[in-house]
């Protein structure tokens, strides 16, 4: 289905054509035209389907159609956006004025890790639509800097991630202060029965909207596990980076210790690096992005938060060197390639001690991820194996072996230790 069959306006048809597309995805020919007729939404789709363009464009479009023929001086807020992270709050801020470009609204996007004198500028002089993570915008609402009385529309976007993140409590804090009267539109990746939940109480008379299998990666997305021994990952990382002239590659690390670690080490070993997560300033955090997107940086190293939202196109390789804790991770971390129907490839690097993850990963995907063992990396221990092995030859740690002795003589009778090895 073309975009001039869903009943846009002329201005929005100009700003798609300018941008190069012409044929909507499946999410948007669903969500444009029941967003169109006032509905409220549930909406879940694979990343990198064009979910952003599904309420973005309609929403647009209300506010264009709906605008008063002689506009206060004063503007007021009639669309709120909320997403997760900063990185794709400025996403989708960036999609709101490419596809507003002939437009006369004035967006102003809100999130932490930097000034709020800029933003308290712009809000200074009025607003029309608001891109914010829910922590700053408290801020602006407990500081009077923020009036959304007379908001129109309200999009939570990538809403899973929002409760995954704890931002339940500050969601309806903000809810509460907005009219009673709107056009609420769901976004999730995934729905999960803590956003049916949510939508339940925040939806009315919702269309649902599902083009995907429910927790499925792009099929664009080529996954592949190698089995490697835990202390050789990053050995194994620089030699396909390396040996396969990967030029654009986001890894997965899960830790902000990690990453920072794992960057400095492929870059001693001629891998430009540069790692991003909560603890770097988002001055760093959008250079790095900046810097990778351009082919400055050949790897960038994430963290799940830090990649939340990051829109790369074209990005031809994603890497887990660690499985996420949260089998739905893996998913939005594939999601990052294979995007606006591009191929990808998604590596994951997988030890013996990330067994249990493995099989929770492929129990979502109801599938058996493909194995390749690499030639020189030959793991020590079979991934199937390792869970039953480990129990059963691991020797507690010495930290506080002391204690443990002195408790024994106490007590001779006692229960026998069995300690795991833990992983940093």
């Known amino acids: 289905m073309l975009f001039t069959d869903l009943g846009l306006s002329a201005e929005l048809l100009r700003a798609i054509n300018s941008l190069g597309y012409s044929e909507a995805t499946p999410i948007q020919q669903q969500a ?58 400025a996403q989708v801020a960036l999609s709101v004025e490419n596809y507003g470009k002939y437009l006369p609204f004035r967006t102003a996007t809100i999130y932490g890790g930097v000034s709020i004198n800029p933003q308290l500028k712009k809000l200074g002089k009025g607003v029309d639509i608001v891109v914010a993570t829910p922590g700053r915008l408290l801020d602006h609402l407990d500081r009077g800097t923020l009036n959304l009385s007379q908001l129109d529309f309200l999009v939570l976007d990538e809403a899973d991630r929002m409760l995954d993140m704890g931002f339940i409590r500050d969601i309806r804090k903000i809810l509460k202060q907005l009219p009673a009267h709107r056009q609420n539109l769901l976004f999730s990746a995934t729905f999960s029965k803590d956003i049916r939940t949510l939508a339940n109480s925040l939806l009315h008379d919702a269309v649902e909207v599902e083009v995907a299998a429910r927790n499925k990666p792009a099929d664009r997305v080529t996954q592949i596990v190698h089995p490697v021994d835990k202390r050789r990952k990053r050995e194994m990382l620089s030699h396909l980076i390396g040996s396969r002239n990967w030029r654009q590659v986001l890894v997965f690390a899960r830790t902000k210790h990690g990453a920072n670690r794992l960057a400095t080490q492929l870059t001693k070993d001629g891998l430009h690096s540069a790692a991003i997560h909560g603890n770097k300033s988002q001055g760093a955090r959008t250079r790095a992005l900046t810097d990778f997107k351009a082919g400055k940086i050949r790897v960038l190293v994430a963290t799940d938060i830090a990649a939340r ?116």
């Not at 606006?340 to 129990?363: N, P």
């Not at 010495?398 to 007590?411: D, E, M």
Request: aromatic share 2%.
């Open 32 to 89: 444009i035209p029941a967003v169109l007729s006032g509905r409220d939404i549930l909406a879940a789709a694979q990343t990198g389907t064009g979910k952003t363009a599904g309420f973005t464009l309609p929403m647009l479009h209300h506010l264009q159609t709906t605008q008063p023929q002689n506009p206060p001086k004063t503007r007021k807020v009639r669309a709120l956006i909320l997403t997760p992270t900063r990185e794709l709050a």
């Open 309 to 424: 939202g990051l829109d790369i196109e074209r990005l031809p390789h994603v890497v887990n060197f660690d499985l996420p804790n949260v089998p739905e991770d893996y998913v939005h971390r594939i999601g990052r390639t294979a995007r606006a129907g591009q191929m990808g490839a998604a590596v994951s690097l997988v030890s013996a001690d990330e067994s249990k993850l493995l099989h929770a990963i492929e129990k979502l995907l109801d599938t058996t991820l493909e194995k390749q063992i690499l030639q020189g990396y030959e793991p020590h221990d079979s991934l199937e194996e390792a869970p039953k092995s480990r129990r059963s030859s691991a020797r507690p740690s010495t930290a506080g072996a002391g204690k443990k002795r002195r408790r024994r003589r106490k007590k001779k009778s006692g229960p026998t230790f069995s300690g795991r090895p833990v992983s940093h």
